[in-house]
């Protein structure tokens, strides 16, 4: 059974730092590309920062040189530090891990919830 769980959302400050962690299982993670999605309310899920199964990193520019994207695999998880946050990364992250095969493999985990704000 494939499961993505999802941690250390909560309330940050503006100019705050978290750390998401997301915890795989039931597939080969290793060989998956990792990455962490967000939806703020009203808006359409975006993609924030994915690390691809070599290493190699994306990020949105909204984001670059404030979060980033890490993984374990000895551990299954992949990391997402978040620093010098600000209201409008207000938004539920998500983890997402995609193969692309014959066809596109995904997966992706409940949502955790980050929320900045004095």
């Known amino acids: 059974q494939v499961q993505l769980v999802e941690s250390g959302g909560g309330l940050a400050q503006p100019g705050g730092s978290l750390r998401l962690s997301c915890a795989a299982s039931?597939?080969?993670?290793?060989?998956?590309?990792m990455g962490w999605y967000r939806q703020a309310p009203g808006k359409q899920r975006e993609l924030v920062a994915r690390?691809?199964?070599?290493?190699?990193?994306y990020y949105a520019d909204s984001v670059k040189g404030r979060f980033t994207i890490s993984r374990d695999n000895a551990k299954n998880t992949v990391y997402l530090q978040m620093n010098t946050l600000a209201p409008e990364d207000t938004a539920v992250y998500y983890c997402?891990?995609?193969?692309?095969?014959?066809?596109?493999?995904?997966?992706w985990g409940q949502g955790a919830q980050v929320t900045v704000s004095s």
């Open positions: 997402n891990a995609v193969l692309y095969n014959n066809r596109a493999v995904q997966y």
């Open positions: 039931g597939f080969t993670f290793s060989t998956y590309h």
């Open positions: 690390i691809t199964s070599s290493g190699s990193t």
